[in-house]
């Protein structure tokens, strides 16, 4: 069995698991956990790579998650519950500079489940060109649910002395700023306009 075919076995196996567990109904404990996305943010000289982990909700945010996924035919079902878990994990996302928002120029997804077993999860990749500016910032719709880190990779973009600490878990932060270079990126070149993350999924 060749890598690619592994590892699709061993997703459909993930997704099997992951319905029957949502459908079986709540934990037998009594417990219900909130959706959670875990953002790593990546700087380099001319583009950022965003790493966003993100496990649905118990209760009703998995329902819809699976209800989407159900509506759909058998053969595309994994396509779909993909497409709405990286939905899901990018909807409250927004990566801006000086205000102007980013849009992915690539997504990767891989879905399984959360460490627990018992909800579905994905992980995306995205990488946005990093154009000009003085400032970049990542904002959450949700921050109670959202934890971020962010590292940077000898880029020359970032004002490190005016930047937050690296490799550090900033928790329930609606908007985490990182100062630019305002003379950096000059000498990268820029893609035009793609489609936002839920629009590309749902796609």
């Known amino acids: ?21 949502s459908l079986a109904g709540p934990p037998a404990w009594g417990h219900s956990f909130p959706p ?39 053969s595309h079902a994994l396509e ?15 990566i801006t500079v000086d205000g102007r928002r980013l849009e992915p120029t690539a997504l990767r997804a891989k879905i399984g489940l ?3 077993g018992t909800r579905p999860a994905v992980v995306v990749l995205a990488t946005f060109a990093l154009r000009a500016g003085g400032e970049l910032a990542i904002r959450s719709k949700d921050p109670r649910t959202t934890r971020i880190s962010w590292q940077d990779r000898s880029s020359g973009r970032i004002v ?3 930047a937050p600490a690296q490799d550090h878990w900033y928790s329930s932060v609606a908007s985490f700023l ?3 270079d305002p003379t950096g990126g000059s000498a990268c070149a820029t893609s035009g306009p793609s489609l936002s993350p839920a629009r590309s999924a749902a796609r």
Not at 61 to 72: D, G, H, M, V
Not at 81 to 93: H, K, Q, S, V
């Open 178 to 180: 990182l100062p630019l």
């Open 114 to 116: 959360d460490p627990g």
């Open 80 to 94: 779909a519950l993909r497409g709405a878990l990286t939905a899901f994990a990018m909807a409250p996302l927004a």
């Open 160 to 162: 490190l002395d005016r």
């Open 1 to 21: 069995m060749t890598g690619a075919r592994a590892w699709r076995a061993a997703s459909t196996l993930g997704v099997a698991t992951a319905l029957a567990i």
């Open 36 to 74: 959670l996305h875990t953002v790593v943010v990546q700087v380099e000289r001319c583009e950022i790579a965003v790493l966003v982990g993100y496990a649905a909700g118990t209760g009703e945010p998995t329902e819809r998650i699976i209800a989407r996924a159900a509506s759909q035919p058998k």
